[in-house]
Each structure stands twice: as C-alpha cells, then as structure tokens.
T-cell receptor, first 111, second 113 residues
Framework: KNEVEQSPQNLTAQEGEFITINCSYS?????LHWLQQHPGGGIVSLFM???GKKKHGRLIATINIQEKHSSLHITASHPRDSAVYIC?????????????FGKGTHLIIQP | DSGVTQTPKHLITATGQRVTLRCSPR?????VYWYQQSLDQGLQFLIQ???????AKGNILERFSAQQFPDLHSELNLSSLELGDSALYFC????????????FGPGTRLTVL
C-alpha cells in the first residue's frame, strides 16, 4: 500500500464547479505539500502546511493531522486549472528528508 | 519562474552511456533535492544535499551519484544507462533543511534509446 493515497485519480468537471481533491497518508509527517504539474511537465508548489488551513486566491488547502488527511479545494474552477495535482509529504522522525508523493489527480475543467 | 534552473532541458542518449544533469538552486537556498518521475513509478526522491554535504538518500541506484559544489549548484551523474532510466529528472531547492517549502526546477527529460 502506498504511503500517500490520492482520490480521485481522474476528475472532469465543468467550468465554475467547486473541486475537491483528497489525500490520505499513513506515516507521521512534519509537513504536507500540494503541487501542480501542467502538461508541459513543470511542477509548481501550491501549498506547504502542517496544520489547519491555507488559502491562496481560489485555492484552499486543509489538513487534519489526527485523521492523516488533507484536501485541496478549487473554487470557481476554470479551464486553466486543468493539470495534475500531487500531494506529497515530508516524513517526520529522521531518515530520508525528501518528499514522498501520491500518484496525482488528473483534473480537466471543461469550458 | 521558480528561480531554480536545470540544464539540459532534453537529453537523448544510448544504453550504457553516462550523462550529467545540472541544477542551480534559487539564490540563498542551501538544500538541493533530486527527484525522478517515470511513467511506472511516478515521482520518487533520489537524494538531498545541504550546503555541500549529502543529507539524505532515497531510492537512488548505485549507478547514480550526485554532488553539490561550493557555489551550491548540484550535478546528478547517471551511468551505465538502461532503457528504464528514461524519465523526467527534477531538482528542487529550499532555504534550509527539511521543514521548508521546496521550489522545483523545470526538469530534464532523459530519453535512453
């Protein structure tokens, strides 16, 4: 079983819809990252959070440490939001300090 | 633009060859991370350097090695290349060690024929 699980794997929605992408993890973490990858391949860091909620424009990220769960929400979705959204965790307690990634959610927003 | 640069953007080579990928971190960042993204494995952490020293190792093969130079740029060396090494290789940088946001470079797409 992967340490980081995302759902759904694929999501197609209409412009304007409210989007939710979920991430569950099974290890202790020091932080959780939400990343965006466009078809060209580049990766952009959207959020890094260790508790509570963060908001940037139309994007909102929340995390529940006790339940080991995070969500990424997109309000008033737009075709330019079409991308792969990747959840990644930084494990706590020493060892490797790189990120452990989920498999990503492929989001398509249709006009 | 994240401020992290990677060269080359694309690299095509043959099996058995050796290549070097280069990464320059954002100004002021001391940590460099290398990641591999392949179709079957997804994104995987390879190795991290902090201020010139190896800090952590992930799923890096013995045929791969890396280093970080005094000017903080980093190189990832891939040798005895196999078809399965074809992937996107990203580097990322952060200000400090584990608990800082990471900024990703544009990646190097390696194709092994």
């Amino acid at each position: 079983k992967n340490e980081v699980e995302q759902s759904p794997q694929n999501l197609t929605a209409q412009e304007g819809e409210f989007i939710t992408i979920n991430c569950s993890y099974s290890v202790g973490i020091s932080a959780l990252h939400w990343l965006q990858q466009h078809p060209g391949g580049g990766i952009v860091s959207l959020f890094m959070l260790s508790s509570g909620k963060k908001k940037h424009g139309r994007l909102i990220a929340t995390i529940n440490i006790q339940e080991k769960h995070s969500s990424l929400h997109i309000t008033a979705s737009h075709p330019r939001d079409s991308a792969v959204y990747i959840c990644a965790v930084m494990r706590s307690g020493g060892g490797a300090d790189g990120l452990t990634f989920g498999k990503g959610t492929h989001l398509i927003i249709q006009p | 633009d994240s401020g992290v640069t990677q060269t080359p953007k694309h690299l095509i080579t043959a099996t058995g060859q050796r290549v070097t990928l280069r990464c320059s971190p954002r100004s002021g960042d001391l940590s460099v991370y290398w990641y591999q993204q392949s179709l079957d494995q997804g994104l995987q952490f390879l190795i991290q350097y902090y201020n010139g020293e190896e800090r952590a190792k992930g799923n890096i093969l013995e045929r791969f090695s890396a280093q970080q130079f005094p000017d903080l740029h980093s190189e990832l060396n891939l040798s005895s290349l196999e078809l399965g090494d074809s992937a996107l290789y990203f580097c990322a940088s952060s200000v400090g060690n584990s608990y800082n946001e990471q900024f990703f470079g544009p990646g190097t797409r390696l194709t092994v024929l």
